[in-house]
């Protein structure tokens, strides 16, 4: 009859343990550090997606449309992570991005052609690299165990990612503008100055050669 009586009561110390407030058991609330990163996490989820959608209605370069395509699926489902823990830990959420980030995604909308797919990368590299050192704080500084699991899983995609854009970038030739709201270069220096060399030399040559023939015939 002892070894019921000290099972039940162990069973009853447990449940007491567990239920009462304050104990050791009981979760522990996040902190300011794991609230602000699912916080920002979400919000450059959120950019991202709303980027990627851009780049596919917008870009005419399929090398563009498929990155997009991957950055979309996996910020989508990284934001669905994000927003599950979020929710367990009682830690609401941004409904948009910052007025800032709207701006920079306005501004993208209204460029296109080559001048879109150049300032699409180069959004996406910053975006990544926001991401990533957001990440590696929450690693080093995080306290939730589940908020510092995101950051872990969330970081070889975003590396994967990142190397994708600076390869892209690298190998992607400087063109001239095909679009943008007021003509703006990607970078390319102007290609009309030899052109217009080219012209004036001519005339020159030309001018010389009349010269020549009008000298000719009147000592003729």
């Not at 854009?165 to 270069?185: I, Q």
């Amino acid at each position: 009859m002892k070894l019921p009586a000290r099972a039940v009561v162990l069973t009853l110390s447990v449940v007491a343990m567990v239920a009462w407030p304050g104990s050791g058991a009981a979760a522990a609330a996040p902190s300011a550090q794991d609230r602000s990163f699912l916080r920002a996490a979400h919000e450059l989820h959120l950019v991202e997606i709303s980027s990627a959608r851009l780049a596919l209605r917008r870009s005419g370069a399929a090398e563009i449309r498929r990155h997009a395509q991957l950055f979309l699926a996996d910020h989508e489902r990284l934001d669905a992570d994000v927003r599950a823990v979020a929710k367990r830990l009682a830690v609401p959420l941004p409904a948009t991005p910052s007025p800032e980030n709207q701006q920079d995604l306005a501004r993208l909308s209204r460029r296109s052609g080559a001048g879109f797919d150049a300032a699409w990368l180069a959004e996406q590299v910053t975006l990544h690299r926001q991401s990533t050192q957001l990440g590696r704080r929450q690693v080093g500084t995080g306290s939730d165990p589940a908020v510092v699991a995101l950051a872990r899983r969330a970081a070889p995609v975003l590396q994967a990612h990142l190397a994708i854009l600076e390869e892209t970038r690298a190998d992607r030739p400087l063109r001239s503008v095909e679009g943008g709201s007021s003509g703006e270069s990607n970078g390319e220096p102007a290609r009309t100055a030899p052109l217009g060399l080219g012209l004036i030399g001519l005339a020159v040559v030309l001018a010389a050669g009349a010269v020549f023939v009008a000298v000719r015939r009147r000592r003729a």
